[in-house]
């Protein structure tokens, strides 16, 4: 390990308050270590885009709506909101008691209260082409051209839509829609990245980039527990970036690090059972939290009749690809490659826990060797007869799963090789509709079930609609959905689902699980199921 590394195991408390002179005195303080093993780009919420740029956004900034453990929006810079009839037009009311962190750029050096303003001034950055956010797509073709952020006061804006899309409110739940400062984020420009300022319950002390990141408690953090007693309760948070899951685990099992977001793949199984559970030998020295996250891992096809490379392709049989997805364990994949961390997807592609999403649904491919033989025959290629050899495309990492499951097909006359490629490459044969079996997954933006439907709507691109799947119901359906109230909403979305799964476009594999440790000492600590972590009522006993 190199040597800064090292030095950074043995002053925790030095870095975190280094301000004082007698470090002593604080060995009392409250820090909580966490890692972030592929690094840290930037603390700019317009370029959020990578998970550990959203933990770190999420502690810095807030948004105006979020989201609980239960995928239920909350208030939090906006008290409430309206939706105009038509759908066009959204009414935000924003809370009159919040202020943004101190920092030299605002007068006397102390925080200013954030106004209507500041929430124009954040959108429209967005979208602005000399910033190039990665956000952008929030807003671009979506507000209208003129005028779509407006500030009637200093506590009530309006959004201009295009046309209507009732998952909007989701979507500014993204740490991509956080608020922020217009002369700290203008003053700095792109160095914003490194002198971040927000309204969040923690603010920027000390970033030595690649080694160390420190947070202190933002002093005037306007969120308050059930009791009064203000947020957050931690003093700190320290930040590593050991550049290994492996080296990660080592440091938790050491007690460097308070917290780890799924292990390596060399611990999983000297930690857990094949059942998912801690080993005995770990139960009385660590905590073990399974938390559903809106993540599907699937194999997908290309489903686009009219591609040159689908002339003679067996799988442009939906009956083939029917009789695939019912050849395949999931069950197995889950348990002997996932040590339980998942769910076999014997349902649709939209992971269940969104609401109006049964926990078992009545619709998907259940494993049915016997069925898959059925609807071959039924194809016209009984135990495989005539069928060419099909190639899927996938990661190294996922190399173990494709190999299973092209021996499950195997055992109904199904030749399948595996193809390993890099992600990057897989990505662009993907976008460009040149592949006509890949490896993927498919990961929530937004708390809505639309997020996942989008992937099958043909009026869309690759991304997201990497199979090209067209159908013209699914369409009209998905269209309806856009301006529906609720209750229709949630029933369109459930037989869009179902009607998508139907023509096997995809193989559902697994809905993800997060496999999240912590020390005993450490409670309070919370993670949506989008796997943004939330530290605000983190105890340390």
């Avoid at 309760?233 to 930040?239: E, G, M, P, R």
């Avoid at 499950?408 to 890099?422: A, D, H, T, Y």
Wanted: glycine share 6%.
């Amino acid at each position: 390990m190199h040597l800064n590394r090292i030095l950074i195991l043995f002053f925790p408390i030095a870095v975190v308050f280094s301000s004082c002179t007698d470090n002593t005195k604080h060995s009392n303080k409250k820090v909580f270590h966490l890692n972030m093993s592929i690094g840290l780009e930037s603390l700019d919420p317009a370029f959020a885009q990578i998970l550990y740029s959203m933990w770190a956004t999420h502690m810095v900034y807030n948004t105006l709506v979020e989201t609980d453990e239960n995928l239920h929006l909350q208030p939090s810079l906006a008290t409430h909101w309206q939706v105009s009839t038509d759908g066009l037009t959204y009414t935000f009311y924003l809370r009159h008691d919040v202020l943004f962190q101190d920092d030299a750029l605002f007068a006397n050096g102390k925080g200013r209260k954030m106004v209507a303003s500041d929430v124009v001034y954040s959108f429209n950055r967005l979208i602005d082409p000399a910033v190039a956010s990665t956000g952008a797509w929030i807003f671009n073709d979506r507000v209208t051209e003129k005028d779509p952020f407006v500030a009637v006061n200093d506590t009530t804006i309006l959004i201009h839509l295009r046309k209507p899309f009732r998952p909007f409110v989701s979507m500014l739940s993204m740490p991509y829609c956080s608020i922020v400062p217009k002369e700290v984020a203008a003053h700095y420009g792109k160095d914003f990245r490194s002198h971040a300022c927000g309204t969040g319950p923690f603010q920027l002390k000390y970033w030595d980039e690649g080694n160390v990141l420190v947070l202190h408690k933002n002093p005037h953090y306007w969120q308050h527990d059930s009791t009064g007693t203000p947020l957050p309760y931690l003093d700190a948070v320290q930040i590593f970036f050991y550049d290994t899951k492996a080296v990660e685990f080592l440091n938790f099992l050491q007690g460097k690090v308070d917290f780890v977001n799924n292990i390596d793949g060399s611990f999983k199984d000297l930690i857990l059972n094949k059942d998912g559970t801690l080993k005995k030998e770990f139960q009385n020295k660590i905590d073990l939290t399974t938390r559903r996250y809106l993540n599907t891992e699937y194999i997908g096809f290309l489903t686009d009749t009219t591609n040159p490379i689908m002339q003679g392709v067996a799988t442009r049989n939906v009956l083939v690809r029917q009789a695939i997805n019912y050849a395949i364990d999931r069950q197995k994949i889950v348990t002997y490659f996932r040590n339980g961390a998942g769910i076999p997807a014997t349902g649709g592609f939209t992971r269940p826990g969104f609401e109006g999403f049964e926990t078992t649904p009545t619709y998907g491919y259940h494993y049915d060797p016997q069925k898959a033989l059925a609807l071959l025959a039924q194809a016209g290629h009984p135990y495989g007869r005539g069928l060419a050899p099909i190639t899927v495309q996938t990661p190294d990492n996922y190399s173990d799963i494709a190999n299973f499951i092209a021996s499950e097909l195997q055992s109904i006359g199904i030749k399948m090789n595996v193809e390993i490629m890099q992600p990057a490459i897989l990505k662009q044969q993907m976008n460009q509709s040149a592949t006509l079996l890949f490896r993927g997954n498919w990961i929530a933006d937004y708390p809505d079930a639309e997020t996942f439907l989008a992937f099958f709507y043909s009026h869309y691109p690759a991304p997201p609609n990497y199979s090209r799947f067209s159908n013209a119901t699914f369409d009209k359906w998905y269209e309806e959905s856009l301006n529906a109230p609720d209750s229709l909403r949630k029933r369109l979305y459930r037989q869009m689902d179902s009607l998508a799964i139907s023509q096997a476009p995809v193989i559902p594999l697994y809905y993800e699980q997060l496999f999240q440790f912590t020390h005993k000492n450490i409670s309070g600590f919370t993670t949506n199921p989008m796997n943004i972590i939330d530290l605000k009522r983190v105890k340390i006993n």
